[in-house]
T-cell receptor, first 113, second 115 residues
Framework: EDQVTQSPEALRLQEGESSSLNCSYT??????LFWYRQDPGKGPEFLFT???AGEEKEKERLKATLTKKESFLHITAPKPEDSATYLC??????????????FGTGTQLKVEL | EAGVTQFPSHSVIEKGQTVTLRCDPI?????LYWYRRVMGKEIKFLLH????????ESGMPNNRFLAERTGGTYSTLKVQPAELEDSGVYFC?????????????FGPGTRLLVL
């Protein structure tokens, strides 16, 4: 069974203080690893998909990287508007197909002035 | 382009009652998913439609849950009768199959509280 563990559960940063969020996973053949952002009262908002070890993707102050066992979401010089819960999810190769996502519990990020 | 929409946004019902949740996917998306997040836990998969057919319903918790997608457009998820443990946020997502790990776009969720 696919599993995703995210750490830390919560993270408080000062504006401009860079840091990284971790996503460790086990999956029976990785089709893709996804990062989503979720604001309170809203649904997950897609950020990145990573497909293979060594891949990196960037968007504004966010950079996602992938190894065979984990993914990191690096936040450079964060701003208060980056405050949100960041979710990691994996999609594995399932017998007979199927595209379900397995999620971690998320990292709740708070960026303060 | 309109995103995934869900109705209602909130629902409060008593144990034993019936509730029906609706999801309208992004236009043209053949894949439709239902997920659920209960308090303090991760978002968990319930089922997956490809057009009007159920591709995978391995996450449905029991036979009190019935999902339909008539005509391959919108979907409904009915809980009958509702139990206390059914409380949580129900998310719908849709995607367009691209042959690799496709991006699933999520709706805002329906917050269900069973008293």
């Amino acid at each position: 069974e696919d599993q995703v563990t995210q750490s830390p559960e919560a993270l408080r940063l000062q504006e401009g203080e860079s840091s990284s969020l971790n996503c460790s996973y086990t999956v029976s053949g990785l089709r893709g690893l996804f990062w989503y952002r979720q604001d309170p009262g809203k649904g997950p908002e897609f950020l990145f998909t990573l497909y293979s070890a060594g891949e990196e993707k960037e968007k504004e102050r966010l950079k996602a990287t992938l190894t065979k066992k984990e993914s990191f979401l690096h936040i450079t010089a964060p701003k208060p508007e980056d405050s949100a819960t960041y979710l990691c999810a994996v999609q594995g190769f399932l017998p007979g197909g199927g595209n379900k996502l397995t999620f971690g519990t998320g990292t709740q990020l708070k960026v303060e002035l | 382009e309109a995103g995934v929409t869900q109705f209602p946004s909130h629902s409060v019902i008593e144990k034993g009652q019936t509730v029906t949740l609706r999801c309208d996917p992004i236009s043209g998306h053949d894949n439709l998913y239902w997920y659920r997040r209960v308090m303090g836990k991760e978002i968990k998969f319930l089922l997956h439609f490809v057009k009007e057919s159920k591709q995978d319903e391995s996450g449905m918790p029991n036979n009190r849950f019935l999902a339909e997608r008539t005509g391959g457009t919108y979907s409904t998820l009915k809980v009958q009768p509702a139990e206390l443990e059914d409380s949580g946020v129900y998310f719908c997502a849709s995607s367009q199959e691209l042959g690799v790990a496709e991006t699933q776009y999520f709706g805002p969720g329906t917050r269900l509280l069973v008293l």
